[in-house]
């Protein structure tokens, strides 16, 4: 017999953990928290770089949001909090327009790492960033949280 995954009510999610300023700022909702699946958006304007385009940047934002929000969730299950220590991202594509989706999967979920795949794409579904993310799994008295 398979397991199946639970959602997060987002709105509780989000009561016990802000989405913080800068993802305020670059419009990023949060659509659905599994414990194996996160999805947000994030609107193209505004993120962009001077010739029009989605900035890298803000899709690496999006992407370290989500994996963050997916270690976490999995921190939390074994007692711990969780820290950024690796993000890369490709970028296969431009947007100028629109929305644009994430969607972090993980990759590995151990005792004291975890690693999520972030796949966004545009409002046609077309990929536009992978990326990778790596967080360490720590006691919280160990950054003093």
């Known amino acids: ?12 999610f989000l009561q016990q953990m802000p989405m913080g300023a800068l993802n305020e700022r670059m419009g990023i909702q949060l659509q659905e928290v599994f414990p194996d699946r996160i999805v947000a958006t994030m609107p193209v304007k505004g993120n962009t770089q001077p010739y029009g385009l989605l ?10 949001t989500l994996g963050s929000i997916g270690s976490a969730l999995h921190a939390h299950s074994l007692g711990k909090v969780s820290v950024g220590i690796d993000i890369n991202a490709t970028h296969h594509r431009a947007a ?22 972030v796949v966004i794409t545009d409002d046609r579904g077309k990929r536009l ?14 950054i003093g949280g």
């Open 1 to 12: 017999m398979t397991e199946e995954k639970q959602a997060v009510d987002v709105e509780e």
């Open 55 to 64: 900035h890298g940047g803000a899709s690496v934002v999006l992407a370290e």
């Open 96 to 117: 100028r327009s629109g929305l644009v989706t994430g969607i972090a999967t993980p990759l590995n979920l151990g005792r004291s790492m975890a690693s999520f795949e």
């Open 129 to 142: 960033c992978t990326s990778r993310i790596t967080c360490a799994l720590v006691d919280a008295e160990k």
